[in-house]
């Protein structure tokens, strides 16, 4: 039996919450868009209404970033996955020296590996061995000025791990993964040469990967690629190429539309989301005899909290206490275990106040 609640109390790492405005407005969409009279599952790619959407995602993009047009923005498919392989691809070529990659968590370890595949890299910072509990500086890393790209993941969604943002440009493109926490606060974009993020943690529904990618960087790519992996290629066709994702872009311009119109904008989303991580963070350090968090303090992600109770079984109890309550998706990933709260843009303060509140009688009741 479903929760009444369980949308606003879905705590999940990925796919993961989506406001109860836009929940509302896609219901209605699958039966009928108010536009066209058609399901969003049966508009063609290629129709006015379908175009009119990729304008209007790319511009709020756009707006809620201040990106200037030096930099493309393109919607792609593949997941950040396919990105790991693709980055590398494109840029990494024998005019520049090998790209660097900072492993800094599971999916940086992920990026990385999968560059090795496709050609040399290097290992920039390696946190494996110290059990990816903290983050280094970009701005002190060694790397080789000469280095295609340094390819970073700005949030470690599993390990909970979030990086400060830049302070400055970095001395070669800067490449970051952001797809758990895209949109999540104001950033330079300027600073970056290439952000990439599926949609699936704080955009919407999965299917759609944005990319913003400094025109520079374009004029780097080797020739000779297959086309439908060169970055160019959905640059050059509006992000409608092939078939585009066409849910999942209609989606993401509700929720853009949403933070835009319902938030206010990101510096507002930052506040909320400040507010959350601070809430919960204070009340897990409140009971530090019986919680660990993973993350060293100064690393601590506002997007994903991971934490344990120290003991399977523990971990086990506090889960059956939450869902008992309504709440959803609070277990770790596979690879860590223990739990972990997402507390992306969605997440309401009210639903991470009900979660503190749990978390408080239960700890009480084993003290
Ligand atoms: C979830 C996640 C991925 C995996 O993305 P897919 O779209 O499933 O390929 C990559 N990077 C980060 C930071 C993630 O959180």
């Not at 500086?137 to 993941?153: G, I, K, N």
């Not at 092939?242 to 319902?262: C, E, G, K, S």
């Not at 223990?338 to 408080?360: D, F, H, K, M």
Request: some cysteine; proline content about 6%.
């Amino acid at each position: 039996m479903p929760m009444p609640h369980a949308n606003t109390l879905n705590f999940s790492a990925g796919p993961g919450a989506l406001p109860a405005a836009v929940l509302a407005q896609v219901r209605d969409a699958i039966a009928a868009l108010p536009e066209t009279g058609v399901s969003v599952l049966g508009m063609s790619h290629r129709s006015d209404w379908f175009l009119a959407i990729l304008d209007e995602a790319e511009r709020h993009v756009r707006h809620l970033l201040g990106l200037s047009d030096r930099y493309a923005v393109s919607f792609l498919q593949g997941g950040s996955s396919l990105l790991f392989a693709t980055v590398p691809m494109n840029y990494a070529t024998p005019a520049f020296a090998a790209p660097e990659y900072v492993v800094s968590g599971y999916w940086s370890a992920r990026a990385s590996a999968e560059a090795g595949r496709v050609g040399p890299h290097r290992i920039a910072w390696d946190g494996q061995r110290a059990g990816f509990r903290e983050l280094p500086v970009l701005e002190q890393l060694d790397v080789d000025p000469r280095a295609a790209y340094l390819h970073y993941v700005s949030n470690e969604t599993i390990e909970g791990l979030q990086f400060a943002l830049p302070a400055r440009p970095a001395s070669v493109p800067l490449i970051a993964d952001m797809s758990s926490d895209f949109l999540s606060k104001p950033i330079d974009a300027w600073h970056f040469g290439m952000i990439y993020a599926h949609a699936q943690k704080n955009l919407g529904a999965a299917g759609v990967t944005v990319a913003v990618i400094d025109r520079e960087l374009l004029t780097r790519i080797p020739g000779g690629l297959p086309h439908i992996l060169d970055f160019r290629t959905q640059i050059a066709h509006g992000s409608n190429y092939n078939t585009p994702p066409v849910f999942a872009i209609y989606v993401l311009t509700l929720i853009t539309r949403w933070l835009r119109d319902d938030i206010g904008g990101l510096e507002q989303v930052q506040r909320i989301n400040e507010g959350k991580a601070a809430r919960l963070y204070a009340v897990l350090d409140e009971m530090s005899d019986a919680v660990t968090i993973h993350a060293k303090r100064p690393w601590r992600s506002q997007m994903n909290v991971a934490f344990t109770f120290g003991d399977a079984r523990l971990d086990r109890a506090f889960l059956d206490t939450a869902e008992a309550r309504g709440m959803s998706g609070l277990e770790g990933h596979r690879s860590l275990r223990g739990l972990r709260a997402s507390l992306y843009n969605a997440v309401t303060p009210q639903a991470v106040e009900i979660l503190c509140e749990t978390l408080i009688e239960f700890a009480l009741q084993r003290a």
